[in-house]
């Protein structure tokens, strides 16, 4: 078995779409940076990879690289998905954290789960997702960010 930490940190700002785990969440601001800014997505790749002994995401999916310059969150996450497979693992269970002042993920919880579950081709069962705020303390605690924190762990594939 191997265990692998992924972390993730994006602006938010008006005028973008609010992508989390591959879920559109309803909200007046959204997160920005590299191709859709979706952080869970990004931190579950980089815990994959983390896991699987592979490169991190900046080297895999550089923003200079044409091919990768707008890939969304869930093309990167099915890809890495992918190469984890090839490198021989599958995974045993996910567990994540997003962090966030607003909006509050109580009511998306369940799509989310469905969704990141259904992007690393595992069930639902083995993945786990909560929220905390940030005591309004911070960037995050002034709602000017999210972020994401994610283990995983892998088993080799029979
Ligand atoms: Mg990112």
Redesign the pocket.
């Known amino acids: 078995m191997r265990i692998g930490l992924g972390y993730?940190l994006?602006r938010l700002v008006a005028g973008r779409p609010l992508m989390i785990g591959g879920v559109r969440i309803p909200f007046e601001r959204g997160l920005t940076?590299?191709s859709d800014?979706?952080?869970l997505a990004?931190a579950t790749a980089d815990a994959l990879l983390g896991a699987a002994g592979l490169p991190d995401?900046g080297q895999l999916f550089p923003d200079t690289d044409p091919q990768w310059k707008d890939a969304s969150g869930e093309t990167i996450l099915r890809r890495v998905t992918k190469l984890t497979r090839e490198a021989g693992y599958r995974v045993s269970n996910l567990d994540a954290v997003l962090i966030a002042e607003q909006p509050k993920f109580g009511p998306h919880r369940v799509a989310i789960r469905a969704r990141l579950a259904e992007l690393i081709e595992v069930e639902p069962e083995q993945v786990n997702v909560k929220a905390k705020t940030a005591e309004r303390i911070g960037a995050i605690g002034a709602g000017e960010a999210i972020a994401a924190q994610v283990v995983v762990l892998l088993q080799r594939a029979e």
């Open positions: 993730d994006h940076g590299h800014a979706d952080v990004h995401l």
